[in-house]
Nanobody
């Protein structure tokens, strides 16, 4: 079992930046950031393979967001730059064994609001 705790959300003006953090109770193999707005499905925005740092981004955030990891601290990050109003959402950290297709461990989420 892996426990995930997100932090770093908040309110920011459009064009600003935030960095989200996700502290894991132990190292996980594949991790991701998701986001969800009320009335819509949760969507994946960035994934990373912990073993080599290989990252994938959804088109809406590519070039603005960067997913990264500190393996020594078992911490996942999401640097969000040039934020837009449509980035407003609850952001969640998730983890899974890479051989498993479904993310099985989730944090409680951290709210990002862009005005």
């Amino acid at each position: 079992h892996v426990q995930l705790v997100e932090s770093g959300g908040g309110s920011v003006q459009a064009g600003g930046s935030l960095r989200l953090s996700c502290e894991a109770s132990r190292q996980s193999y594949c991790m991701a950031w998701f986001r969800q707005v009320p009335g819509k499905e949760r969507e994946v925005i960035a994934t990373i393979r912990v073993i080599d740092g290989y990252a994938i981004y959804v088109d809406s955030v590519r070039g603005r967001f960067t997913i990264s990891q500190d393996n020594a601290a078992n911490t996942l990050y999401l640097q969000m730059n040039t934020l837009k109003r449509e980035d407003t959402a609850m952001h969640y950290c998730a983890a899974r064994p890479c051989w498993q297709g479904t993310y099985v461990y989730w944090g409680e989420g951290t709210q990002v609001t862009v005005s």
